[in-house]
Each structure stands twice: as C-alpha cells, then as structure tokens.
C-alpha cells in the first residue's frame, strides 16, 4: 500500500501539504481503513509546530478518524469489509501490563503507541496519523461507529469526546452533582454534553459576558462569569467537579475555592506547570482534589460512543476541505472554531 | 469554674506561663473533664507564636487532649463520671450540615468551633485548650479512650493519630498497596503504623541516610533516600499512595513520579502554596491525584482509637513537665523529639 496520499508537514514551519507515505501491509490482526473524515485536534497544530518538542517529520497528524473497512488481516474476528469504524489517539500498546489488561491502555507501563509520531511496535517506522486516504490499525485500537451516529461529527468523539467522558464516568459523576466545566472549546463544549447526559447539573464558567448566549445554547444550565469576584464569591464551596479543560497555565485557587469540601478539579488540557502555585491549604481543609487524566481506555472509547448514539450527542463541528487546513489552523490559534473543525477526506482525493 | 490553672502566652514573643482562664458552667450536654496529659502538637507553637496570623491572645494550646470526667450536664447519655476521654482538634460545630450530618465535623459548612482559639458559639468566648487542669466541652466532641491503651502515648492520637487514619481510609489503603511516607515527625510516624496495621507495604522518604535505621525502627518495610536520583528513578511508578506529611513548602514533583497510574499523594501537613509548581503532564499521563485532608471528623476519630487499641498502637512519646514547655518548643523547631511530647499535668499542680 505504498504511496498512500497524505497531507503531512516536513518541518516545523512547512505547514501541511500533500505527502506521499507508506500503509504497511495487513498483519494477521490489522484492519485496513479507507478515511471519511477526521477531526483537528488542537494537539495536531502542537505537534506539527514542534510546540512540545520531540516532533518527528514527517508529521500526519489526525487522531479522530472515520472510515470504512476495505480489507481485514486473517486473525480478525470483530471486523469485516464496510464496517463503519473510528481510531482515535491510539494504535497500540504493550497490551500484557496491569493498566493493558485493565483496558486502560492510555495508562500502558510501557507507553502506548500514538496514532501519530509514534514507533510502531513491530517494525520501529513512525506511525502517520487520519489526515490521509488510508491507515492500518490493529483490531484491538479499532471502534464501531454506531449506525445511528453522524459519522462526520462522531469524529471529535474519539479525542475531545472520550477525555471528557473518561474522567466524569471514573470519578463518578451523576445525577444531582454539581458540575463546573472550564474552558469552551473542542473538550469543554463536549464535557457539557456529556455532563449533561450523565444526569448532572452543569455551569460553564467563562472569562466573557460575550459568550454568556453561546454558553446556555450548549446546554449549560448557569453560566459563572469567572473574571468576577462577586460572581465567584457566590460561587464558594458550591461544586461536586470541575471540568477544566484550558489548555495554558491559570490559576486554579479560585477554582478550588468553588468546590465543595470532598470536590474534585480535574486536569485535561493542562501539560504545563500549575501556576501561579496551588494553595494547599484549599486542599487539606477541605479534603478537595486535584485529578489528571487522560483520553481513556478502548473499552471505554467504544462506551462513550455508545453513549452518545444513546444520548444522541455529537459534536458541533465545521467542515472543511483538506487544501484549507493552514487557515484552520490561524483560525483555530485564533479561537475561531465552533467547536472542532473536520476535514472531509474526498477533498484530499481532489487536491 | 472560674481561676482554672492553665499554661497560656499573652503574646507571640512571651512563651508560655501559668496563667488563671475561666471554664464554663455546664450546659446540659457538657462534660468536664480534669486533664492528665495533653500532647504537644507543631500548631500549638504556630499558634503561641501566631505564624499564620490571627492568634487571639492569650493562646491556651493543646488539642490532644486526655482526662477523666468529673461531671456532666443534666443530658450528657455517653459519659459518667470516672471515664477516661479524649478531646482532639474540635469542640464544636454547626451540626446541622451536610458535612456534619455526615460525621464530618472538621469540614463543616459553618466552620468549626478549634479546641483553641475559637469562638464558643452560644456565647462568643474564645475558647482554651487542653494545657490547663480542666476542660468543659459538649459531649459530641468528646471520645472515650480505650482502657487496653496507656493514656499518655495515646494522646497524640487525637491529632497527629487521627490525621493520618482519616485519609488513609477514606482513599481506602489496604493489603496489597504499596505507601510511601514523607516526613519522618509527629504525623509520619503515626502514618507508617497505622498504614502497616491497614496491611500496606510502607516505605519511608528520608531525605538522610542517618534516619534509615530509625526508619527500619518505626516499621517502615523499605527505606528511600529521597535525596539520591537513583533511587528516587528506581521508584518510579511505584507507589499507589503517598502520604506527605512535610509542613513546609517542598517539590512534589519526584514524589508524584513515583506514584503509579491513579496514584494518589494526600497533603496532611501543608496549607501554604505548592511550590515549586506541580507539572501537571504528572498528573494527567497517569490519571494521578493531589489530595488534601484534614484530622478526622468525631465518629473517625473514636473509630481511630478503638483501631489502633486493637492494633496495639500508641505514639512514641516523651513526657514533659509544663514548667519546661517553652524548651520544649525550641527542641521541636529543630525537630529534636522523637515524636511528640505529652505533658504530663499533675506537673501543673506543682508548678
């Protein structure tokens, strides 16, 4: 499947153009994907731009991928040709540690393989990620894409969807808590939904008047204004969770200071240093909880799609043609994308 | 009860001296108590010396607090005269809280009443704590102390004890897990023994190669020089719970690199900012948690008495005369004591 078409950058300020890069052949339990649509993650423009170090060029981002099975490896059992089907962050993992047989592959002691820039396992080639016709996936690192779920704006489920829905369902999230979501973007609009569905009660909390209209029409129930001091003071000790998906360093204190005693902030956009510094005092006087987490587990990435065809959630996205992902990327450093911009992968064919 | 002896400072540079404070008549539901030995904790030297800023003068320290009764108010159901009690950090709250409702007192609503330097909340006296000869306090607040356990070595159950079984079974640590102690004081020392009785493989983070033999001493099955690279690299991902009990600002950062995936590191001696920053990609990569905790609430409390009775656990105690307390302090500001010193108060009488 050599010359498959791709769009990749070669170096840090190439931005992304037409590529040509090789699928491997099928391996006994691969599952070959011809690509309809996927999505643009914010962590595709991080890594072709080098934001975090360690980039290897040639980069094919894309971790939210759509496609239609051609052909299946002779050990696969749960696919076969025309399935619909998604990969998202994932291809692989050491599949035999504590946190692999825990379906929390996300967690692999040995560290899992990224759908992109990662080494594949077998043979050491980096893998290439959905903004390309084709890609080869191992079963296990494949999910169903429910009938009833529109597959273009399912997409964002399998990144922005998943490491929302991950760390509401472990920590245990439900009817009758108190759910504060940080940040209105690809995750945080996603994490209202998903709140929402999970029976909770849900406030967005949001720098600006301005987006006060675009909060309620996501299904928020309140909107805090977070740059006002008597807007939070109100807010004291009131959250059972706080969703915060904002992706630069902020100070979580007045925050914490919104949760109620045994509340739980959790981390999924920060990598970054937690500064200005934590007062551990809003910690130990209030038994409160600073949480991490990550995208989640296969088990749990088929589970949140399942959710949403349930709930009937998807994604607000913009579609986009594959020869406009440079300006995607102005428009998305910018803001500028209600919520997730996804590519459709017919345009690649005529670029 | 007017003219009770006590040991009380008039200023934060006066120390400690004999001194006359006032107890109340009994309510209906008091208990009074004479005092035979009280512990000597680091907050009642923060709070001598107001290092966190509002003492109100004059401080009557001690919230680890034992005595026999010696009346009880016309509703008190649980005591009589003769029984051997305890008093910890509270000695009221709202009570009608959610927190409270829950047994969870140290985290009420209202906030509540501190054994010292509170407000009483029927008549807004500032209340005093256990270096005296007696004490009147609501039987709510009130513990019984087992009769198998020595009196004296048990006190600094009620604080340092209570404070480190509190987290340890709310985040549910148990056979099989593997916890680590930070700070080898007061708190540590009580946390390795009752990790150990909870069934847990303990190890202790020194950050001196001289405290490994006492570390072995106090039940520690493994010993880390926290200090040493290799050890702490050799630790990675170890640990599913940290107890830090240092109460100065130190880096989390190796420490959280030594917790496995969901691993969960509980603050219980700090209340200043966490600083340096905590990464958060430590947390989020492995779904890890920072916690905060504080004492225990009154069911707990009574709970962690009868727990460490049946474990055979007391505190390593040294007694003291009162009439030595202000040297006490300096030896504990250099951390010369091994753990806690416990007045010993007939020696009150004397002085």
């Known amino acids: 499947m050599a010359n498959t078409k791709a769009y990749a950058a070669t170096s840090a300020d190439s931005g992304l153009a037409a590529y040509a890069i090789d699928r491997r052949e099928l391996r006994a339990d691969d599952v070959a994907i011809e690509i309809d649509y996927c999505g643009v993650c914010h962590s595709d423009l991080h890594t072709v731009e080098n934001d975090w170090g360690g980039s290897k060029y040639p980069v094919v981002p894309g971790h939210e991928i759509i496609g239609r099975v051609t052909a299946v490896g002779s050990g696969v059992t749960h696919y076969k ?44 080639s980096i893998t290439h990620g959905g903004y390309s016709e084709r890609i080869v996936v191992s079963e296990r690192f494949v999910v169903r894409i429910p009938e009833n779920l529109d597959p273009a704006s399912a997409a964002p489920i399998l990144c922005a969807g998943i490491t929302t829905y991950s760390p509401l369902k472990h920590f245990n999230v439900g009817k009758g808590h108190k759910v504060g979501v940080l940040g209105m973007g690809g995750l945080g609009h996603m994490g209202v939904k998903i709140a929402k569905a999970l029976g909770a009660e849900v406030t967005i909390f949001t720098r600006s008047e301005a987006k006060v209209a675009e909060a309620k029409k996501q299904g928020a129930d309140h909107v805090i204004i977070s740059t006002d001091p008597e807007q939070m003071k109100a807010a004291k000790g009131s959250f059972d969770y ?85 300006e995607a990327y102005e428009r998305m450093k910018k803001g500028d994308v209600k919520y997730r911009f996804v590519i459709d992968m017919k345009t690649l064919k005529d670029s």
């Open 81 to 124: 040709e025309g399935d619909m089907v998604g990969v998202g962050c994932m291809v692989d993992s050491c599949r035999t540690c504590s946190a692999c047989e825990s379906g929390l592959e996300q967690y692999c002691l040995d560290g899992s393989t990224m759908t992109y820039g990662g080494f594949d396992r077998h043979d050491g």
């Open 242 to 326: 706080l969703l915060d998906t904002i992706p630069v360093a902020h100070d979580l204190n007045p925050y914490l200071n919104c949760l109620s005693y045994d509340g739980t902030h959790i981390l999924v956009g920060l990598l970054t240093p937690i500064e200005p510094a934590v007062q551990a005092g809003l910690l130990v006087t209030k038994r409160r909880v600073i949480a991490g987490s990550l995208i989640g587990g296969m088990p749990e990435t088929q589970e949140v799609l399942d959710f949403c065809a349930e709930h009937d959630i998807t994604c607000d996205v913009e579609m986009l043609d594959i020869r406009h992902i440079n």
